[in-house]
Antibody, heavy 119, light 106 residues
Framework: QITLKESGPTLVKPTQTLTLTCTFS??????????VGWIRQSPGKALEWLAVIYWDDNNRYSPSLKSRLTITRDTSKNQVVLTMPNMDPVDTATYYC???????????WGQGVLVTVSS | DIQVTQSPSTLSASVGDRVTITCRAS??????LAWYQQKPGKAPKLLIYKASTLESGVPSRFSGSGSGTEFTLTISSLQPDDFATYYCQQYNNYWTFGQGTKVEIK
């Protein structure tokens, strides 16, 4: 059974760095074809893909946010970490992590964590 | 970037109705399209991938079709549990979501 859970601060101040952790179980990020991605959703808005890290430690970022995002993994802890510096109120959103299957689809999602950016 | 556009943005329907949602991609994405259902306060749930393949456990009243740039999600007979927001997503080049279609009670 695949599960994922996001953790991190629910409130950050403008200009601060956001660090979110995705802790997963039921699969290995060392398995060929597998990945873990981050997707966010601003209140009342659509979903926006942010980043993905693959089984071979390669990663990809949304072109519009590439300069601000870093995704890393700790396979021994079954964790993936997303870092986003210089947070702004427009970054207020629910941040989800999701399992990326070998068919490139996000088929399992965490429950999400609402991050509010406010002074 | 590949853009995906859904229509309509809101759809009012009754239980038992046949419902169709359309998704258009800004360039050909072959069949690399997925559909998700999202309920308030919950994570999206995968319904269909590769344009027409039903995810395991998803009721057969959901179906998807299309290829290239035009795709549809059809719910053959709307059930009370189906009132939600639906998103299409292309995965031909990275991942891009449509803006969503809210299916509400008429």
């Amino acid at each position: 059974q695949i599960t994922l859970k996001e953790s991190g601060p629910t409130l950050v101040k403008p200009t601060q760095t956001l660090t979110l952790t995705c802790t997963f179980s039921g699969f290995s990020l060392s398995t060929s074809g597998v990945g873990v991605g981050w997707i966010r959703q601003s209140p009342g808005k659509a979903l926006e893909w942010l980043a993905v890290i693959y089984w071979d430690d390669n990663n990809r970022y949304s072109p519009s946010l590439k300069s601000r995002l870093t995704i890393t993994r700790d396979t021994s802890k079954n964790q993936v970490v997303l870092t986003m510096p210089n947070m702004d109120p427009v970054d207020t959103a629910t941040y989800y992590c999701a399992h990326r299957s070998d068919q490139s689809i996000f088929n399992y999602w965490g429950q999400g964590v609402l991050v509010t950016v406010s002074s | 970037d590949i853009q995906v556009t859904q229509s309509p943005s809101t759809l009012s329907a009754s239980v038992g109705d046949r419902v169709t949602i359309t998704c258009r991609a800004s360039q050909s994405i072959s069949s690399w399209l997925a559909w998700y259902q999202q309920k308030p306060g919950k994570a999206p749930k995968l319904l269909i991938y590769k344009a027409s393949t039903l995810e395991s456990g998803v009721p057969s009243r959901f179906s998807g079709s299309g290829s290239g740039t035009e795709f549809t999600l059809t719910i053959s007979s709307l059930q009370p549990d189906d009132f939600a927001t639906y998103y299409c997503q292309q995965y031909n080049n990275y991942w891009t979501f449509g803006q969503g279609t809210k299916v509400e009670i008429k």
